[in-house]
């Protein structure tokens, strides 16, 4: 089936900021939207997104990935077979010609590049996620759910970016989905009851009134216990301490604590936290530019809890494979707009499935309502998702979708539920 045209367009996303959408129609009138997603706790080595800069939007309007769309993109693809989806994003990669993205933008072509995939999807007429998996057996993916949200999503007041929770004891998607409403529910009334409730931040998890960062951990035990759960048993603790945020070459500045902690400070705080908190899952412990102390932390805690690498992998099959030989993290976090397209999303998810790392197919803190992510995780069964709080609509039309996918009939083989976590070995 060929392409018959290319149309990107300006939306808005969850944050009101501008971001590109892109529509490709089949030449039998099927079609794919892809809408590229945004970061705010951005590794540095993630394609690079076009932004106009200057005054409108404080400068993140996107006229310019636009133009390279009508003029360069568009003409480039039209005529093209809409399943030849690697030869496309080939060409998608060619056509910019930077080693970044940088000059037609990691935004235009991650976009592209799903319009494509979903308008590929829409005229095989099966689901996207079926489309992907093809006649392979794939399970619904374990998620895991902030629940208080900090760092860069709530004006850094924490220095901990995500507190999440997985349902480690659900039986099904929509299972995990009525546990962690309860233990979001009753975080919130825990806050309401000390007077602490301040809204939501960037990915609708609970504004984080705390005076340490510990404190939010033990908000977190209260309320999976309040929900009348198991902390670890049936509902356990994931963290995203996102701190290449808060640290650079080995120095890590604690803010809400007032402390500034070398690797192994910040490496040892975490390990006792491990060990008196029910915690499941870690992301970039250490900053994306201290490779030792992720190695360093991987070694202490690796076999018993998930070390996963997101600003330091950044979504790339290189820096999998070299994580992989030196033994950095367990754990992939798969964000696709990190690549700048499906295909090369693929090739780091195949390459961290390939090195035995467990992947998680993530949104990011700026979305909309696109739920592409959702089929991604599931057809290529990538174990886990990962996609903000239990709140807001470009978070629950997430959840919602996967709700749809597991009850229709012709649902996916099952669920992964904690199965999908990485452990290196039995401790
Ligand atoms: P971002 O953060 O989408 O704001 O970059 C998400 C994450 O760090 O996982
Ligand atoms: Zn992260």
Redesign the pocket.
């Known amino acids: 089936m060929k392409i018959r045209s290319i149309q990107g367009r300006r939306i808005w996303d969850s944050r009101g900021r501008p971001t590109v959408e892109v529509e490709v129609v089949n030449d039998d009138g099927t079609l794919g939207l892809g809408i590229a997603?945004?970061?705010?706790?951005?590794?540095t080595r993630?394609a690079v997104e076009l932004r106009d800069g200057g005054a409108a939007f404080g400068g993140r309007d996107v006229q310019s990935a636009l133009r390279g769309i009508e003029r360069e993109i568009a003409p480039a693809l039209i005529g093209r077979d809409v399943t030849d989806q690697a030869g496309i994003d080939a060409a998608l990669i060619a056509l910019d010609g930077t080693p970044t993205k940088a000059r037609l933008g990691g935004n235009a072509l991650i976009a592209t590049s799903l319009a494509v995939l979903h308008a590929a999807a829409a005229q095989a007429r099966v689901p996207l996620w079926q489309y992907l998996a093809q006649a392979r057996p794939v399970k619904l993916p374990l998620p895991q759910i902030q629940i208080f949200g900090g760092?860069?999503?709530a004006g850094r007041r924490v220095d901990v970016?995500?507190f999440m929770v997985i349902a480690t004891g659900a039986t099904s998607f929509s299972h995990a989905l009525e546990m962690t409403a309860e233990v979001y529910r009753a975080a919130g009334g825990i806050m309401a009851a000390r007077g602490t409730l301040a809204g939501v931040a960037?990915?609708g998890g609970w504004w984080p009134s705390f005076s340490r960062n510990e404190e939010a951990l033990d908000t977190l035990v209260e309320a999976i216990e309040k929900a009348g759960y198991v902390p670890g048993a049936q509902v356990a603790i994931a963290l995203?301490i996102?701190s290449s945020e808060f640290g650079r070459g080995g120095r890590y500045k604690l803010a809400l604590e007032g402390q500034e902690l070398d690797s192994d400070a910040l490496c040892g705080m975490l390990v006792r936290w491990v060990e008196k908190y029910p915690i499941v899952s870690i992301?970039?412990p250490l900053a994306e530019d201290d490779e030792q102390g992720l190695v360093a932390f991987t070694q202490a805690v690796g076999h018993r809890v998930q070390v996963v690498g997101?600003?330091y992998l950044v979504t790339d099959a290189g820096r999998v494979r070299n994580a992989a030989a030196l033994g950095a993290c367990n754990c992939a976090?798969i964000?696709p707009n990190q690549a700048g397209t499906v295909t090369e999303t693929r090739a780091a998810l195949d390459a961290a499935q390939a090195a035995g790392y467990a992947t998680i197919v993530?949104?990011?803190?700026?979305e909309t309502e696109d739920v592409a992510i959702v089929h991604l995780a599931t057809g290529w069964n990538a174990g886990q998702l990962?996609v903000?709080s239990f709140a807001r609509s470009e978070r629950m039309a997430k959840w919602n979708e996967a709700v749809r996918i597991e009850s229709r009939a012709g649902a996916p083989a099952g669920f992964w539920g904690a199965a999908a976590l990485a452990r290196r070995s039995k401790a």
Not at 37 to 43: D, F, L
Not at 362 to 366: L, V
Request: proline share 3%.
């Open positions: 997603p945004a970061g705010a706790s951005m590794g993630e760092g860069a999503h970016q995500d960037d990915e995203d996102a992301e970039d997101d600003d976090l964000k993530s949104a990011r803190s700026g990962k903000g």
